[in-house]
C-alpha cells in the first residue's frame, strides 16, 4: 500500500460544477497538508496549505483534512476551465520533504 | 511568492551525451534544493536533495554517479545526467523550500529531458 493514494482520473465535469479531489493517507504522522495544482508540462504551484485537521477556504478553493479517517478533500466551486489541471496531495510530518499523490487530472469543459 | 526558475526547458540529446540541468532561485537564497523526476500520469519522485557547500543526499535507488548535482551557490543548483540513455527520458523538476516556517515547496517549470 503506497503512502498516499489519489485517483489519477481523469474527472471531466462542466463549467460550473462543483470538484472535488480526494487522497487517502496510510502515515497517521502526517501533520502537515498541501494541494497543488500543476498545468500541463509545468511545474506544480501551491495552492493550499493546512495543518492538522479541520476547513481552510480560499476563494473558490476549500481544502479539508479529516485525520481520523486520514483523508483530505479539496473542493472547487464555480469551476471554470481555466481549473483544468493535474492536483497533486502532498503532506508531511514536519520536514520539507513531502510525500506526493500521484495527481488527479482535471477537465473542465465549458 | 518566490520564484524558481529552471534552464533548459526542454532538451533532446543523444544516447551516450551528458546534460546539465539549470535550477536558480531567482528572489531568494536557498541553501536546500530538491531535484524529482515525474513520468507521465506518474507522481513526483524525490530523486535527491542538494546541499550548497556539500554534498547531495540521494534517495535509494537513484545513482550519484550518473545524476551529479552540484549546489555552487544560494542560488543556484544543477543536474547533470551522465551518459544519458532513453530510460532517462522524462520530466525532471527542482524546488526550493519555503520560508517562515511553512513547508511549502516552490517549483521550478520542470526540463523536459528526451534521449534518442
Known amino acids: 500500500q503506497k503512502e498516499v493514494e489519489q485517483d489519477p482520473g481523469p474527472l471531466s465535469v462542466p463549467e460550473g460544477a462543483i470538484v472535488s479531489l480526494n487522497c487517502t493517507y496510510s502515515?497517521?504522522?502526517?501533520?502537515?497538508f498541501m494541494w497543488y495544482r500543476q498545468y500541463s508540462r509545468k511545474g506544480p504551484e501551491l495552492l493550499m496549505y493546512?495543518?492538522?485537521?479541520g476547513n481552510k477556504e480560499d476563494g473558490r478553493f476549500t481544502a479539508q483534512v479529516d485525520k481520523s479517517s486520514k483523508y483530505i478533500s479539496l473542493f472547487i466551486r464555480d469551476s471554470q476551465p481555466s481549473d483544468s489541471a493535474t492536483y497533486l496531495c502532498?503532506?508531511?510530518?514536519?520536514?520539507?520533504?513531502?510525500?506526493f499523490g500521484r495527481g488527479t487530472s482535471l477537465i473542465v469543459h465549458p | 511568492g518566490a520564484v524558481v526558475s529552471q534552464h533548459p526547458s526542454r532538451v533532446i540529446c543523444k544516447s551516450g551525451t551528458s546534460v546539465k540541468i539549470e535550477c536558480r532561485s531567482l528572489?531568494?537564497?536557498?541553501?536546500?534544493m530538491f531535484w524529482y523526476r515525474q513520468f507521465p500520469k506518474q507522481s513526483l519522485m524525490l530523486m535527491a536533495t542538494?546541499?550548497?557547500?556539500?554534498?547531495?543526499?540521494?534517495e535509494q535507488g537513484v545513482e550519484k554517479d550518473k545524476f551529479l548535482i552540484n549546489h555552487a551557490s544560494l542560488t543556484l543548483s544543477t543536474l547533470t545526467v551522465t551518459s544519458a540513455h532513453p530510460e532517462d527520458s522524462s520530466f525532471y523538476i527542482c524546488?526550493?523550500?519555503?520560508?517562515?516556517?511553512?513547508?511549502?515547496?516552490?517549483f521550478g517549470p520542470g526540463t523536459r529531458l528526451t534521449v534518442t
Open positions: 524546488s526550493a523550500p519555503g520560508t517562515g516556517g511553512s513547508y511549502e515547496q516552490y
Open positions: 502515515n497517521s504522522a502526517f501533520q502537515y
Open positions: 502532498a503532506m508531511t510530518p514536519g520536514s520539507y520533504i513531502p510525500t
Open positions: 493546512t495543518y492538522s485537521s
Open positions: 542538494s546541499n550548497e557547500g556539500s554534498k547531495a543526499t540521494y
Open positions: 528572489d531568494f537564497q536557498a541553501t536546500t
